[in-house]
């Protein structure tokens, strides 16, 4: 991660951050403008991956050894000169590039313009984050954490592709949704909730309800609970 | 996209400034601690989106209309009582909603400490953005620029896909779901289901139960109609 003369030092602490949460390390600053960067205060959790960054005079000493270097920007305001990558579709190429050995940067510019012309320069490619045309300027630690956590949240999507995993328990079994269906249908009649006329279009609309509510057994059992104690307490 | 609590102006402008990158529009503010949020100066190119947000003292009054809530957080400080949806699935769940004419909330908590279970008693599913183990919580103006990302990303590259839609109607609003809480709950009362001592907990259960459920509104009022009657009953 390169940050290319960043202005404001929460920024920079913000990136740290955002780096910590998406499990990155190296983070190198060309050229900042404040002194005392190191100790910004919005590093939270991330204050020894921002005391351990380097800093350096270019752009060209910061991404030395890198092998892909990707520069960000928008395309509003200028006509790109290199390759154009949208984010969604920087994953892939960072997973073959680190596949066969290689190594990758990922570069950002100052708050006010972003990368220049010349910055660019030394990228391979111009990645894209797709914003509304309407209001395409990022903050700059808020464009660092969606870059990452697209490129995070690839890999781990690969590597789970198979399981997913759904926070609920099994549903319930079709003879419990029977028994719950008929305690709900005597508690109708006790109520005097369903005229006979109505009974057969009511039981048949009560077992739709059921099954597109698709409670859990869990959740059956507390449901069966409360209706057998309003019969209990109705037929009394 | 509801704030809970924010202490922070600049994270709320942070906030906005996200939405207006990524094309979202309608930002309420439950129970802000500072005063003049609405000025924050960190919502460049979103002050229009800012000065128009609304504020509310409540979160139920904040989901008003909302048929799906999705709260977020992390998992390493809690036990998730409801649906857990890592980030990258979220986006289907949306859409799908969204399709068969629904409004979805997207719910964050405070800084310090995110969303309490309360809180998360009124969403129907619990998003989690997966970050690193070791340094899990973001900073609320990155973690809500991420989501946005990943909604906008996300619909961008599913617009040209087939539609998938499905036979329901849309779920049921937040401040229905409430409407039939409080019927049940009345009910439970009516027939010595809920003794005094439990009534706390039992109002946080139902409010979950419901939400895992899902009901149309179609459901809601069917189910409404028979409670209301039930009560009747056992009131005389």
Redesign the interface.
Known sequence: MVLVSPRNPLNIG?VA??M????FERLKVVAPFAAHWQEAR?A???EALLGAAAETATLVEAVAGCTLVAGTGTLAYRKPEQRVVS??DLGELVEREMERGGRVGLVFGPEKHGLTREDLSYCHLLVE????A??????L???V??CL??L??RS??DRTEAA?V???GPAAAAERLELLAGV?ER??V????SPKTMRGANRH?LRL?LR?????ER?LR??L??FR??LW??ER
């Open positions: 913000a951050r955002a910590a949460n998406f499990g919005s939270v959790g991330a984010l969604p984050i797709p914003t509304d309407r209001q395409p300027s990022m903050n630690g808020q464009a954490a969606v956590y697209e995070a949240a781990a999507r997913s759904e926070g609920r709900v508690t109708m006790a109520a005097d909730y609309d309800l597109r509510l698709g409670p859990t959740d507390r449901i609970g409360l104690r309003i307490r109705l």
